[in-house]
């Protein structure tokens, strides 16, 4: 199948596009044994880091390391802008979604949102029904998937408003780059993204009505794919990194405990899914809680960000509404586009993709991490039978988009450079206002042809780097 | 009918507890049903009443002072209107269409709910599915355990209560029918059921109506609510952790009782 991909670096006629000509001069310059000793420098500094992740389902827990490309992913600063909008747009809308229906539910009552597919949705938290939180803010901390297809056009993939995790490799991989290629940066303007802990400190003290909240991060442990993040996080904005074990409530007040006593934490920047967050509340085998949290949480005594409950939002059917709250709360047009979608729980479109299957993308309404997914170009017989099956048994857990055709850009691989997909993932802080650092996570399917960028799936990340053009 | 109730909860504990929290869903509120007269709680110490998910009235008491033991006493008075059949509400009953882990449909409970119910989803086939399950599932305590999923006992055929009423719920989920779990009290002269009792409501219509499996009641004449839920671990009376403490004992006392010179003034 003859399919055309965007690539981020060279035009259709094979020129280099105007914002990667310096980067493309650095590296025509540079000679191949001194960027492969590199490269050999950036993996070992990784390791002495201990920039690793554990891949989910394997049984050995084996930690690895993600692969890092040397080759970044440029955005020319006019482009940038209009994502810049486009994500505040959306993430300002998915807020005022939620408040909205955890309150008055005007969109239900307007009848654009049907209410059974958010009311039964086991993302809705009946515990969030009334409950006020300062300034409305629902999801503090939101990462918008991007990708580009065949015209260069910018798609949104999803939204990830509970737990979004990478911002570390975003900052990790700037870091390395400007220690190994200093000459790269002073060439030519990139934007800066080092203040992106600041800025996440500044969102989380300013959901609290305190003046001077005391902030932690609360991370499942040691064991969790993300807990390098979540211990670079908390250091990079100098508060506690804690467990479930750390904190107790007396009194609908949560505390930390420390040598030198309970003190009160006010706002919980928590890296836990809801069912864990409360043992008493939620999922009572839960060893990763804290007894009690959601009483306080409920009196208002404590702010958790994310708040419970996004997960209604992200959720990948309640997707396909999302420009029609942009239109509804904001009264404006969608800046970046969704890609469209079958929704497999309406019959008739459960028969288009039934009849689609080897061209589509078939994912999980409730899945992430590109687990549980069928990529239909790339699949074997077999595959899209066994999906076929699941999709009959249970067609509401299910949606299903057309194959993008993902933007490329040069990578580093085993006989050279060559061209691989990628994404973006900015993330969207918000406190007092909403906001973003230029750029994001990049992440890059490094096995040719494939079109899944997820770290548990072979992927590996890029810097990002937005240049004045 | 006029109800008195005492309930008194004991824990003792092997070793000292260094700190322990319990939520706590001992106390009725008004319904269109129900008429709370008086009520009191005693607790090791005071705490305050605040709203639960579902709206239920919950105390959270937290000890952090070592312990050995717990004295939970709840006690008062409550007007049920025998001749109110259905609870009117203004919150949606959609959220009670999801299953838990407790209440998960398997493809025996959903051919059984299809079958048993004749797909009817009103009132009468929801009690010809409660007829249904009380001969399937047999009363029977010391079968299952607390955290016995509504699929465990339906393939077991034994149960009490709380079994009961996630197996029902599980089916009327199944049908598309919200369904939610009641924790409370029942007055019985017969003392082979617990006065602490479970039964399930389902939303017909406009209004949640009682569908109490192990008596086989669709009138709930002689039951008081004390907190509704998704399923036993939203609704029941007490859930708690602790620090240390060993092994438990839990002693349970419950008294209802008609108050018949009441009635007769």
Same mark, same amino acid.
């Given at each position: 199948?003859?399919?055309?991909?965007?690539?981020?670096?060279?035009?259709?006629?094979?020129?280099?596009?105007?914002?990667?000509?310096?980067?493309?001069?650095?590296?025509?310059?540079?000679?191949?044994?001194?960027?492969?000793?590199?490269?050999?420098?950036?993996?070992?500094?990784?390791?002495?880091?201990?920039?690793?992740?554990?891949?989910?389902?394997?049984?050995?827990?084996?930690?690895?390391?993600?692969?890092?490309?040397?080759?970044?992913?440029?955005?020319?600063?006019?482009?940038?802008?209009?994502?810049?909008?486009?994500?505040?747009?959306?993430?300002?809308?998915?807020?005022?979604?939620?408040?909205?229906?955890?309150?008055?539910?005007?969109?239900? =009552?307007?009848?654009?949102?049907?209410?059974?597919?958010?009311?039964?949705?086991?993302?809705?938290?009946?515990?969030?029904?009334?409950?006020?939180?300062?300034?409305?803010?629902?999801?503090?901390?939101?990462?918008?998937?991007?990708?580009?297809?065949?015209?260069?056009?910018?798609?949104?993939?999803?939204?990830?408003?509970?737990?979004?995790?990478?911002?570390?490799?975003?900052?990790?991989?700037?870091?390395?780059?400007?220690?190994?290629?200093?000459?790269?940066?002073?060439?030519?303007?990139?934007?800066?993204?080092?203040?992106?802990?600041?800025?996440?400190?500044?969102?989380? =003290?300013?959901?609290?009505?305190?003046?001077?909240?005391?902030?932690?991060?609360?991370?499942?442990?040691?064991?969790?794919?993300?807990?390098?993040?979540?211990?670079?996080?908390?250091?990079?904005?100098? $508060?506690?990194?804690?467990?479930?074990?750390?904190?107790?409530?007396?009194?609908?007040?949560?505390?930390?405990?420390?040598?030198?006593?309970?003190?009160?934490?006010?706002?919980?920047?928590?890296?836990?899914?809801?069912?864990?967050?409360?043992?008493?509340?939620?999922?009572?085998?839960?060893?990763?809680?804290?007894?009690?949290?959601?009483?306080?949480?409920?009196?208002?005594?404590?702010?958790?960000?994310?708040?419970?409950?996004?997960?209604?939002?992200?959720?990948?059917?309640?997707?396909?509404? $999302?420009?029609?709250?942009?239109?509804?709360?904001?009264?404006?047009?969608?800046?970046? =586009?969704?890609?469209?979608?079958?929704?497999?729980?309406?019959?008739?479109?459960?028969?288009?993709?039934?009849?689609?299957?080897?061209?589509? $993308?078939?994912?999980?309404?409730?899945?992430?991490?590109?687990?549980?997914?069928? $990529?239909?170009?790339?699949?074997?017989?077999?595959?899209?039978?066994?999906?076929?099956?699941?999709?009959?048994?249970?067609?509401?857990?299910?949606?299903?988009?057309?194959?993008?055709?993902?933007?490329?850009?040069?990578?580093?691989?085993?006989?050279?450079?060559?061209?691989?997909?990628?994404?973006?993932?900015?993330?969207?802080?918000?406190?007092?206002?909403?906001?973003?650092?230029?750029?994001?996570?990049?992440?890059?399917?490094?096995?040719?042809?494939?079109?899944?960028?997820?770290?548990?799936?072979?992927?590996?990340?890029?810097?990002?780097?937005?240049?004045?053009? | 009918?006029?109800?008195?109730?005492?309930?008194?909860?004991?824990?003792?504990?092997?070793?000292?507890?260094?700190?322990?929290?319990?939520?706590?869903?001992?106390?009725?509120?008004?319904?269109?049903?129900?008429?709370?007269?008086?009520?009191?709680?005693?607790?090791?110490?005071?705490?305050?009443?605040?709203?639960?998910?579902?709206?239920?009235?919950?105390? *959270?008491?937290?000890?952090?002072?070592?312990?050995?033991?717990?004295?939970?006493?709840?006690?008062?008075?409550?007007?049920?209107?025998?001749?109110?059949?259905?609870?009117?509400?203004?919150?949606?009953?959609?959220?009670?269409?999801?299953?838990?882990?407790?209440?998960? %449909?398997?493809?025996?409970?959903?051919?059984?709910?299809?079958?048993?119910?004749? %797909?009817?989803?009103?009132?009468?086939?929801?009690?010809?599915?409660?007829? %249904?399950?009380?001969?399937?599932?047999?009363?029977?305590?010391?079968?299952?355990?607390?955290?016995?999923?509504?699929?465990?006992?339906? %393939?077991?055929?034994?149960?009490?209560?709380?079994?009961?009423?996630?197996?029902?719920?599980?089916?009327?989920?199944?049908?598309?029918?919200?369904?939610?779990?009641?924790?409370?009290?029942?007055?019985?002269?017969?003392?082979?059921?617990?006065?602490?009792?479970?039964?399930?409501?389902?939303? *017909?219509?406009?209004?949640?109506?009682?569908?109490?499996?192990?008596?086989?009641?669709?009138?709930?004449?002689?039951?008081?609510?004390?907190?509704?839920?998704?399923?036993?671990?939203?609704?029941?009376?007490?859930?708690?952790?602790?620090?240390?403490?060993?092994?438990?004992?839990?002693?349970?006392?419950?008294?209802?009782?008609?108050?018949?010179?009441?009635?007769?003034?």
């Amino acid at each position: 199948m003859a399919r055309t991909f965007y690539d981020e670096m060279y035009d259709a006629s094979g020129a280099v596009r105007p914002h990667y000509r310096e980067f493309a001069r650095w590296l025509a310059e540079t000679p191949d044994d001194l960027l492969a000793q590199r490269r050999r420098e950036a993996d070992l500094l990784f390791h002495r880091a201990g920039i690793t992740f554990t891949l989910y389902g394997d049984d050995q827990g084996t930690e690895r390391l993600i692969p890092f490309d040397i080759i970044p992913r440029s955005i020319p600063a006019s482009e940038w802008r209009v994502v810049e909008r486009g994500c505040i747009q959306r993430v300002q809308a998915l807020n005022l979604f939620l408040a909205d229906l955890y309150h008055d539910q005007r969109i239900i =009552k307007a009848g654009i949102i049907p209410a059974e597919q958010v009311l039964a949705n086991e993302g809705y938290q009946m515990a969030m029904q009334g409950l006020d939180l300062h300034r409305d803010i629902y999801a503090h901390i939101a990462g918008v998937d991007l990708v580009r297809d065949g015209d260069g056009s910018y798609y949104v993939l999803e939204d990830n408003l509970r737990t979004p995790s990478g911002v570390s490799y975003m900052l990790e991989d700037r870091k390395m780059m400007m220690r190994l290629f200093p000459e790269l940066f002073a060439a030519q303007r990139v934007a800066p993204v080092d203040h992106y802990p600041n800025l996440l400190l500044d969102a989380l =003290k300013s959901s609290s009505p305190l003046d001077n909240p005391t902030v932690v991060v609360l991370t499942p442990g040691r064991f969790n794919s993300a807990y390098f993040e979540h211990a670079f996080l908390a250091r990079e904005m100098g $508060v506690e990194l804690v467990e479930g074990a750390d904190l107790f409530v007396r009194d609908d007040k949560v505390y930390m405990r420390t040598t030198a006593g309970a003190r009160q934490v006010d706002v919980i920047y928590r890296r836990l899914d809801d069912a864990f967050l409360d043992p008493l509340a939620f999922n009572p085998d839960s060893m990763l809680g804290v007894a009690g949290l959601l009483s306080a949480y409920r009196s208002r005594n404590v702010v958790l960000a994310n708040a419970i409950g996004t997960g209604v939002a992200d959720d990948k059917s309640i997707y396909p509404y $999302v420009g029609d709250m942009i239109r509804f709360y904001l009264d404006e047009e969608p800046i970046l =586009k969704n890609v469209p979608t079958w929704q497999c729980r309406k019959p008739e479109e459960l028969s288009h993709v039934l009849a689609n299957l080897s061209e589509l $993308v078939v994912k999980e309404t409730q899945g992430s991490g590109g687990y549980g997914m069928l $990529v239909g170009p790339a699949a074997s017989k077999a595959e899209i039978e066994s999906f076929r099956a699941r999709l009959i048994a249970k067609p509401e857990a299910y949606i299903a988009q057309p194959t993008l055709c993902l933007s490329t850009c040069p990578t580093f691989v085993e006989r050279g450079i060559a061209p691989r997909h990628i994404d973006l993932r900015p993330f969207v802080l918000t406190g007092r206002e909403t906001r973003l650092v230029p750029g994001g996570l990049t992440r890059v399917a490094l096995r040719e042809g494939s079109l899944v960028v997820n770290s548990s799936q072979g992927g590996g990340t890029k810097d990002t780097w937005v240049v004045e053009d | 009918m006029r109800l008195s109730i005492s309930h008194d909860t004991t824990y003792h504990y092997d070793d000292q507890v260094r700190a322990s929290i319990q939520y706590l869903r001992l106390t009725p509120h008004d319904s269109e049903r129900q008429q709370v007269l008086s009520w009191q709680l005693d607790l090791p110490r005071p705490v305050h009443a605040q709203l639960d998910p579902y709206g239920n009235i919950l105390h *959270v008491l937290t000890l952090d002072e070592p312990h050995e033991s717990i004295v939970i006493g709840a006690r008062g008075q409550v007007d049920i209107d025998e001749t109110c059949e259905a609870e009117h509400e203004r919150q949606s009953a959609l959220p009670f269409l999801r299953f838990t882990r407790l209440t998960q %449909a398997d493809d025996a409970i959903r051919e059984f709910a299809a079958q048993q119910s004749k %797909a009817r989803v009103d009132r009468n086939g929801l009690i010809d599915l409660m007829h %249904a399950l009380n001969a399937h599932i047999a009363y029977q305590p010391g079968i299952t355990e607390v955290d016995t999923s509504a699929a465990e006992a339906f %393939a077991g055929r034994r149960g009490v209560c709380q079994d009961h009423t996630h197996a029902f719920l599980a089916c009327a989920r199944s049908l598309g029918v919200p369904a939610r779990y009641v924790s409370g009290y029942l007055y019985t002269d017969d003392a082979e059921h617990l006065a602490s009792h479970a039964w399930a409501e389902a939303w *017909v219509g406009d209004a949640w109506y009682s569908f109490d499996v192990t008596n086989c009641l669709a009138r709930p004449e002689r039951h008081l609510k004390l907190a509704v839920g998704l399923d036993y671990l939203d609704a029941c009376p007490v859930r708690g952790m602790r620090r240390g403490g060993g092994c438990e004992q839990m002693h349970a006392q419950v008294q209802v009782a008609p108050l018949l010179q009441v009635r007769q003034q």
